[in-house]
């Protein structure tokens, strides 16, 4: 019969073999202490202790960093729920970035010591004895930023819109962590779209977006390399980093153009700005599609072609290893060399003079077409539950799915299946890619034999 410290040894041999499962049980357990708090009698401003379901619907969207919301969280939380948001948003930004940074590095120790890898430097930013370096440089990371970003928003509510001191830096911080952890929770009841005309609050908020989206590993890089360069005179890009960063530009600034296209006169959201404000909000716009969840114009009022560009951003998503969501734009980038590759009849895929690996091709259409059938899924399910238009049930639910947080309104109308529903898909959508892209990677082995070649019609 098994003893305690046999049973503790195959629990903990366990947790390493899927390192994964840690993860989850981590992020399930904050969303539950999150809720139990938010359910106590003085989270609520006024009147009785909140609902379960509205508790566990605001806490996992704050530990998935998602943003959406069945209440107004300037009005309808005190001052102590208000605190407790922010904590979990706090806790489930730099929880994804560690999480995610830690099992790149599990991942990328296993397959060095499995595979005999010897040129590691090429391909991965992390390395297996960086556990430390991954802690230390997430913690560092998030405090810098979010104190820059704060600093500034802070000064300009005070100077700008005469807040009050304390008022002003509260204001500050709380949008400063809440967009460098991609979050979208706002404490005014129109989010930021009084502030729409106002570089000094939009730009750094966007900022603080892509840079908390793109993800640690890339941040990691850059400083590194920027150091390199001041003392060797060379520069030496990874491929991810690489994809990330030129992937995320080329997003940005296709959804800019988009956005101002298709809303340019429409009375509602851009049409009454000056060039300079359409090209501001477009801008916006794009950078929070990447699964932020601000918004500068009036989602409920795009239109349905805009809403459906909006959709594909925040499907893609934002970088691996960060605080964005969606299915990260390297797995877009792969996938779209592998159609330019079958496209051009070439055997391989190739990105920036490399050769990808096939393993990497078959990890992203998985996750790719995975997360399609949760959506349409979901989709489907929530067009039972309630009247409202195909375009707006489809947007919320990639919202959730990504973990974005931009709302055509409805959220807060759906009966409770509905709102239980979003629940599981903001914390499918937020830790299914990573624990999914663990596994594969985690299960992979050679086949030491090939089975005879055969070729179904396709199309």
């Not at 195959?10 to 073999?17: D, I, N």
């Not at 005179?233 to 080329?250: D, F, N, Q």
């Not at 947080?405 to 529903?421: E, I, K, N, R």
Request: proline share 4%.
């Amino acid at each position: 019969m098994a003893g305690p410290a046999t049973r503790l040894r195959s629990r903990s041999s366990l947790l390493t073999a899927h390192p994964a499962r840690a993860v989850v049980l981590a992020f399930a357990v904050a969303v539950l202490v999150g809720a139990v708090l938010l359910s106590l009698p003085f989270a609520a401003e006024h009147g009785p202790s909140p609902g379960f379901v509205t508790a566990l619907f605001t806490s996992t969207s704050a530990v998935c960093v998602t943003g959406l919301a069945v209440v107004d969280t300037g009005t309808y939380w005190s001052d102590f729920g208000e605190g407790v948001i922010l904590a979990l948003i706090q806790v489930g930004g730099f929880g994804i970035m560690t999480m995610a940074s830690l099992l790149a590095v599990l991942i990328s120790g296993r397959l060095r010591l499995r595979m005999q890898l010897t040129a590691q430097a090429e391909t991965k930013s992390l390395g297996i004895g960086d556990v430390r370096r991954v802690l230390l440089g997430v913690a560092y990371t998030t405090l810098i930023v979010e104190l820059a970003v704060g600093a500034v928003l802070s000064l300009r509510f005070r100077y700008g819109y005469g807040e009050g001191i304390g008022s002003a830096v509260y204001l500050g911080y709380f949008h400063a962590v809440s967009a460098f952890n991609n979050a979208g929770f706002g404490l005014h009841a129109d989010n930021l779209t009084r502030y729409a005309q106002d570089p000094w609050v939009t730009l750094p908020v966007a900022a603080a977006v892509v840079l908390g989206g793109i993800g640690f590993p890339v941040l990691l890089e850059l400083l590194r390399h920027r150091r390199r360069r001041r003392t060797t005179g060379r520069r030496s890009w990874s491929l991810h980093a690489k994809l990330t960063l030129i992937t995320t530009a080329l997003l940005l600034v296709v959804g800019t153009l988009l956005t101002c296209l298709l809303e340019w006169t429409n009375p509602d959201t851009l049409g009454p700005h000056t060039t300079s404000g359409k090209i501001l909000d477009g801008f916006f716009h794009s950078a929070m599609s990447r699964t932020a969840g601000f918004n500068a114009v009036d989602i409920g009022a795009l239109h349905a072609s805009t809403l459906l560009m909006t959709c594909v951003l925040m499907f893609i998503g934002g970088g691996s290893a960060g605080t964005a969501g969606g299915i990260k734009v390297t797995t877009f980038a792969v996938l779209l060399a592998a159609i330019i590759a079958e496209v051009r009849g070439e055997p391989t895929s190739t990105v920036l003079g490399r050769r990808l690996a096939p393993h990497v091709l078959r990890q992203a259409l998985t996750v790719a077409l995975l997360g399609v059938g949760l959506v349409m899924g979901s989709t489907l399910v929530l067009l039972t539950l309630t009247e409202e238009p195909l375009e707006a049930v489809l947007f919320e639910t990639v919202s959730a799915f990504a973990t974005v947080g931009l709302s055509t309104g409805m959220t807060a109308d759906l009966p409770t299946p509905g709102q239980l529903l979003l629940i599981v898909l903001m914390f499918v959508g937020r830790l299914g890619p990573i624990t999914l892209v663990s596994a594969l990677a985690l299960r992979e082995r050679t086949r030491r034999y090939d089975l005879p070649e055969e070729r179904p019609v396709i199309g």
